[in-house]
């Protein structure tokens, strides 16, 4: 009997252990609970994500996805064309644009496999940009995709096929910002004014007042329902979230989402703009069209976009190039960051041909060169070379990465060297100097080659001799293994 009551409490002992070694502590709305938040090791491995605006903005596609604003600005060239276009905004609105926004040859399974063969591993899809125009199929308002419009669940068909691809689903909600965002519709006889479209044009107040309760709880609401009915492991926010009046309800949602991702065991992400949202370490920070020209110990996020002009699709978009795209992302990594990278599919769901070669370029230097990418870490220091890195939000690489600007990852006791350019002639590693004491190198080989690479390492610097047949593009990743 003894023995038997002893098996009882060992028993229990052991599942208890394994009880509390599988629980942890619920979020609660503060910041203390919240800033024992880490950012899930899938995001810091990723290094490279889709970003997608893709609305009925797309439809007038002139000036940017801020035509919606912008078509209600008398001082604005968007006035302008809507009028000379479509006529008097009291008589054809922005919610006019709806029906023409059909989709019509939107097909998700052929979006995320180009995403994927860009080598993204997160696609991340505009849930509702600032016009308030739902791409999903919502409860809380009816102008939304799958009543309206398209008449389907966008970023329900979206989630679907990322995860079936086996990519990282997440999304992003600007509805904070459409608490002004068709404001200056109220200064002319427009549509704005009908009290029948209010649902769709409100609150449409100015940027000074102070959002209403009963709009912060909507937002809450949406937010909400967007985790529950989707359960995206990223939710990137624009930046009016840092409003002091949404506090309590940022909070709330971060502890809510928070728990959301223990309670489906995945390590979940919330994106923000300025540190007014969220203080360093509660959530991921983000840098629009910006980088960093430093290491940053948080991990942190640049959105960029391969339009230059405009976010959405507009006709006379200019594009960066695939060369941009990859010596940046590169950039971005050794300090610690992922790139987002935006397209702006056309209303009918295609995909510019330039985007396109964009992502295609990309993915192919990933295919090759990848292992320096993804799932690394920064070295001690990030590079090293004569180019100014562009530092801040809104701050474009401007002046171009050349052959001696030099990057640094690393993966275990791998350390990647990767030139931002193809060196036509030898390249020196001036932080591998035996001086400085970085380890003595034992081998150096390039990645995508079987060629041998001559090199040697002096006190001033590691010397490696070009290559006579580079594998890839725009830059050069060499393997460096050190003595033990």
Same mark, same amino acid.
């Given at each position: ?20 070694? *599988? ?6 709305? %503060? ?180 959002? %209403? ?63 007014? /949202? ?15 020209? /430093? ?46 990278? *935006? ?105 995508? /080659? ?35």
């Amino acid at each position: 009997m003894k023995k038997t009551i002893c098996r009882f409490f060992l028993v229990c002992c052991l599942l208890n252990l394994v009880s509390n070694a *599988n629980c942890q502590e619920r979020y609660q709305a %503060t910041w203390e609970s919240l800033s024992k938040y880490g950012t899930p090791d899938w995001f810091r491995d990723a290094k490279f994500g889709i970003f997608i605006h893709w609305g009925v903005y797309s439809v007038p596609a002139y000036g940017s996805e801020w035509y919606p604003r912008n078509m209600y600005d008398t001082a604005l060239d968007e006035f302008k064309h809507h009028v000379a276009t479509y006529g008097p905004q009291d008589k054809f609105g922005y919610k006019d644009f709806i029906p023409m926004f059909r989709a019509e040859k939107f097909d998700p399974g052929q979006w995320v496999s180009l995403f994927k063969k860009a080598g993204a591993k997160y696609i991340v899809p505009v849930a509702e940009h600032h016009d308030g125009f739902a791409m999903y199929n919502t409860a809380l308002s009816r102008w939304n995709a799958f009543n309206m419009g398209p008449k389907r669940d966008i970023i329900g068909e979206l989630a679907r096929e990322i995860r079936r691809q086996g990519l990282i689903f997440g999304l992003s909600s600007h509805r904070i910002e459409h608490w002004f965002f068709l404001n200056h519709g109220r200064e002319f006889k427009s549509d704005v004014l009908n009290p029948e479209y209010a649902d769709f044009y409100g609150p449409a107040r100015l940027e000074n007042e102070t959002m %209403t309760p009963e709009y912060m709880n909507d937002w809450l609401l949406r937010c909400t329902e967007l985790v529950n009915n989707y359960q995206p492991q990223l939710f990137w926010f624009d930046w009016w979230i840092q409003q002091p009046a949404l506090e309590p309800y940022r909070k709330s949602f971060a502890a809510f989402y928070y728990n959301k991702g223990l309670q489906w065991n995945k390590g979940v992400v919330i994106n923000y703009k300025y540190d007014r /949202s969220f203080p360093q370490g509660v959530a991921v920070l983000d840098l629009e069209r910006g980088k960093l020209d /430093s290491v940053r110990q948080l991990p942190w996020q640049t959105d960029d976009a391969i339009g230059n002009k405009s976010w959405g699709y507009i006709k006379d978009n200019t594009f960066k190039s695939a060369r941009y795209v990859v010596t940046n992302l590169i950039d971005i990594v050794s300090k610690n960051g992922n790139l987002l990278l *935006n397209i702006g599919p056309r209303s009918d769901g295609t995909i510019t041909d330039e985007e396109t070669q964009v992502l295609l370029e990309t993915g192919k230097w990933l295919d090759t060169n990848g292992d320096a990418i993804y799932g690394t870490r920064p070295w001690r220091i990030y590079g090293e070379g004569p180019t100014r890195s562009a530092s801040g939000s809104f701050a474009d690489q401007t002046i171009p990465f050349n052959a001696k600007d030099i990057r640094f990852t690393t993966k275990g006791d791998t350390l990647f060297v990767i030139t931002l350019g193809l060196p036509a002639e030898k390249t020196m590693v001036k932080s591998l100097g035996s001086k400085l004491n970085p380890g003595t190198v034992e081998a150096v080989s390039l990645m995508g /080659s079987t060629e041998k690479i001559s090199w040697s390492q002096h006190s001033d610097g590691l010397v490696i001799n070009p290559s006579s047949n580079y594998p890839s593009e725009f830059a050069a990743v060499y393997k460096i293994i050190f003595k033990k």
